[in-house]
C-alpha cells in the first residue's frame, strides 16, 4: 500500500493505542488530509476521522486523529472490547493514475 | 436515516462477469459521486472507482479497461461491472458515497475525498 501502517497493535481495556499512517511527497507530504475508516466483523466501514483532526456526527471523542508532514495517527483513549477491529487511513495521491489510497489496514486487539 | 444495500452474485467463475448494484435509500444520487471499494486480506481496501447521478466516472487504471459503472437515478441504484474475472478478484466488494471538500494549502488549493457512507460489503468468489 501506498499509505503505510502497522500490521496490528494491542491494548487492554481503557488504555490509549496510536495507530501510524505514513505517506510520501505525493500524498501526506503534498498537504492532501486523511482520513480513518474503521471497520468491525460483520459491519460496514464506518468514518472515524476525516480531514485530518475532525469527527463526524455520533463518532466518540475517544477517537482523534492528527497529521504532521508525511505521517498522520489515529488515537483510541479508554479502549474499550468493542474497538476491536480493523482501521484504514486514506487519502489522495497526485503522482498515482490511482489517486484515491488507502493504508494496508491495522488489526487492533483489545487484551 | 440515509443507506446503502447492496446485492450481487457471490460465486464466480474464472472468465465471468462480475455484477453487483448498490441502492441509496433515505438520500439521492444527485449532487455525489458513488464509489466501488474492494477489500481483500492481501491488499486491504483498493478504490474500483466513481460515478454520479449524471454517469461521468473516475477509474482506477489498473482495473479500467475491465470495469464498467453505470447509474440509474429513477431506481437511485449505481451499478458495477467487472469482466473477465479471476481469482485475484476475490474480494469483499462494497459501495460508498464520496465527499468532497476544497482547501487552502500553503498557496495551493487541495481537493480531498473521503467516503462518509458504506454499503454492508458484498462477497465475492471467484473459483472454478
Known amino acids: 500500500s501506498v499509505l503505510t501502517q502497522p500490521p496490528s497493535v494491542s491494548g487492554a481495556p481503557g488504555q490509549r493505542v496510536t495507530i501510524s499512517c505514513t505517506g510520501n511527497s505525493s500524498n501526506l507530504g503534498a498537504g492532501y488530509d486523511v482520513h480513518w475508516y474503521q471497520h468491525l466483523p460483520g459491519t460496514a466501514p464506518k468514518l472515524l476521522i476525516y480531514?485530518?483532526?475532525k469527527w463526524p456526527s455520533a463518532v466518540p471523542n475517544r477517537f482523534s486523529g492528527s497529521k504532521s508532514g508525511t505521517s498522520a495517527s489515529l488515537a483510541i483513549t479508554g479502549l474499550q472490547a468493542e474497538d476491536e477491529g480493523d482501521y484504514y487511513c486514506?487519502?489522495?495521491?497526485?503522482?498515482?493514475?490511482?489517486?484515491?489510497?488507502f493504508g494496508g489496514g491495522t488489526k487492533l486487539t483489545v487484551l | 436515516q440515509e443507506q446503502l444495500q447492496q446485492w450481487g452474485a457471490g460465486l464466480l467463475k474464472p472468465s465471468e462477469t462480475l455484477s453487483l448494484t448498490c441502492a441509496v435509500h433515505?438520500?439521492?444520487?444527485?449532487?455525489?459521486?458513488w464509489s466501488w471499494i474492494r477489500q481483500t486480506p492481501d491488499k486491504g481496501l483498493e478504490w474500483i472507482g466513481e460515478i454520479n447521478h449524471s454517469g461521468s466516472t473516475k477509474n482506477n487504471p489498473s482495473l479500467k479497461s475491465r470495469v464498467t459503472m453505470s447509474v440509474d437515478t429513477s431506481k437511485n441504484h449505481v451499478s458495477l461491472r467487472l469482466t473477465a474475472v479471476t481469482a485475484a478478484d476475490t474480494a469483499v466488494y462494497f459501495c460508498?458515497?464520496?465527499?468532497?471538500?476544497?482547501?487552502?494549502?500553503?498557496?495551493?488549493?487541495?481537493?480531498?475525498?473521503?467516503?462518509?457512507?458504506w454499503g454492508q460489503g458484498t462477497p465475492v468468489t471467484v473459483a472454478s
Open positions: 486514506q487519502s489522495y495521491d497526485n503522482s498515482l493514475g490511482v489517486s484515491r489510497i
Open positions: 480531514g485530518n483532526d
Open positions: 433515505g438520500g439521492s444520487l444527485k449532487d455525489y459521486y
Open positions: 460508498a458515497r464520496v465527499l468532497t471538500y476544497d482547501y487552502e494549502w500553503g498557496s495551493y488549493i487541495r481537493t480531498t475525498f473521503f467516503f462518509d457512507l
